[in-house]
Antibody, heavy 118, light 109 residues
Framework: EELLVESGGALVQTGGSLRLSCVAS????????MSWVRQAPGKGLEWVAN????????YYVDSVKGRFTISRDYAKDSLDLQMNSVRAEDTALYYC???????????WGQGTMVTVSS | SYVLTQPPSVSVAPGETASITCGGN??????VHWYQQRPGQAPLLLIY???GRPSGIPERFSGSNSGNTATLTISRVEAGDEADYYC????????????FGGGTKVTVL
């Protein structure tokens, strides 16, 4: 079975930093384009960032550009999201998701919760 | 950026058919994907590339895409279908964003 597991979510103060990680079982992360998608409490889904298999292309939603960095650790076969200068509106459940054909999110993790508080 | 519009809620009796729309400008030129999210769970891919069904998804779930509207149809609705449903496209021409609709809460009466 193909699974994704996120970690790193926590309570963090406004302006602080946090690093989320995602690992896979049943497949290798490095062979897929991967994304982070978030969901604020009681709200809908919002794509955050994605990175191609070889890291050659990276994209972000406008609201996190310059603050968040998506990256891969090929040695650990993991996906990371470095979150800096966090804001209250970054409070959300963050999902790691696999992209199939660059179009569709076919595998999702269970999410890791990030709460930003002053 | 591209916008997808879904009705906030749809109510349906067991055994009946539910249709959930996803509106977008000339959406038929894009590939639309649908996700089901049950309470407290992660999203699950339901329909991909307008009408494809991943392995394990019942045939009761079907999708179509024409003009400015994509539609998810749930036939013979069951109590377990009560969930939030989201449509999604990849705007690979504009901002290279992945866009989700606002979601539709399906209530089984």
């Amino acid at each position: 079975e193909e699974l994704l597991v996120e970690s790193g979510g926590a309570l963090v103060q406004t302006g602080g930093s946090l690093r989320l990680s995602c690992v896979a079982s049943g497949f290798s992360l490095s062979t897929y384009c991967m994304s982070w998608v978030r969901q604020a409490p009681g709200k809908g889904l919002e794509w955050v960032a994605n990175i191609k298999e070889d890291g050659s292309e990276i994209y972000y939603v406008d609201s996190v550009k310059g603050r968040f960095t998506i990256s891969r650790d090929y040695a650990k076969d993991s996906l990371d999201l470095q979150m800096n200068s966090v804001r209250a509106e970054d409070t959300a459940l963050y999902y790691c998701a696999r992209l199939y054909g660059y179009d569709v999110f076919d595998i999702w993790g269970q999410g890791t919760m990030v709460t930003v508080s002053s | 950026s591209y916008v997808l519009t879904q009705p906030p809620s749809v109510s349906v009796a067991p055994g009946e058919t539910a249709s959930i729309t996803c509106g977008g400008n000339d959406i038929e030129r894009m590939s639309v994907h649908w996700y089901q999210q049950r309470p407290g769970q992660a999203p699950l891919l339901l329909i991909y590339f307008d009408s494809g069904r991943p392995s394990g998804i019942p045939e009761r779930f079907s999708g179509s895409n024409s003009g400015n509207t994509a539609t998810l149809t749930i036939s013979r609705v069951e109590a377990g279908d009560e969930a939030d449903y989201y449509c999604q496209v990849w705007d690979n021409i504009g901002d290279h964003d992945y866009v989700f609709g606002g979601g539709t809460k399906v209530t089984v009466l």
